[in-house]
């Protein structure tokens, strides 16, 4: 928070002063460490639906605006948020159902971005397209444990898991085994 509002923030009403807390804490505030006179307004601004209780915390309420599947999931999974968000604008048809079913592949393909650095969103979005192949070929579980094997062991992940991928038979295989061709 900045040194010029949080100057200010003793001389405002309970009501300003709580709605200022809550814009500039994402993760929201806990109701029972609040003064009392921003517990009085609490109460108000939760009628008003200004605020919501979420778990043990309240939040400001993002008014006439759902939150998309790849936001929320950057909101549990801050360490890779940003990576989530650019997916989320940049291949909503791919990140967004992804995001809803299959959200622990999709995590695990961001966090195989980070060893990239600067070059971790490219690589994400450049990747994402594949990754969601590989859920298809593959299955998500094989998909998730490449991802997670790569990330820990190589400097550029995504080839890397490509490679164990490459090595594991699909399922189809498994069951009724390769076919050969005459």
Do not use: C
């Not at 801050?78 to 079913?101: I, M, N, T, W």
């Not at 695990?108 to 594949?130: C, H, T």
């Amino acid at each position: 928070m900045d040194k010029r509002i949080r100057a200010l923030l003793p001389h405002l009403r309970g009501r300003e002063r709580l709605l200022i807390r809550l814009a500039f804490r994402r993760t929201g505030l806990d109701p029972r460490r609040l003064p009392e006179e921003e517990k009085e307004a609490l109460e108000g601004l939760l009628e008003e639906g200004l605020v919501v209780r979420v778990e043990n915390r309240v939040r400001l309420a993002l008014e006439g605006r759902e939150v998309s599947p790849t936001e929320a999931l950057g909101q549990e999974y801050p360490h890779v948020r940003h990576l989530l968000l650019q997916a989320g604008k940049a291949l909503p048809s791919l990140a967004h159902p992804l995001a809803r079913e299959h959200p622990v592949l999709l995590v695990r393909a961001a966090e195989a971005a980070l060893p990239y650095g600067r070059r971790g969103v490219p690589a994400f979005l450049l990747w994402l397209p594949r990754v969601a192949a590989w859920l298809e070929t593959y299955g998500e579980e094989a998909a998730v444990n490449a991802l997670e094997e790569a990330a820990r062991k190589a400097r550029e992940p995504f080839p890397y898991a490509e490679r164990i991928l490459s090595r594991t038979p699909a399922p189809k295989e498994k069951e009724d085994g390769p076919y050969l061709y005459i």
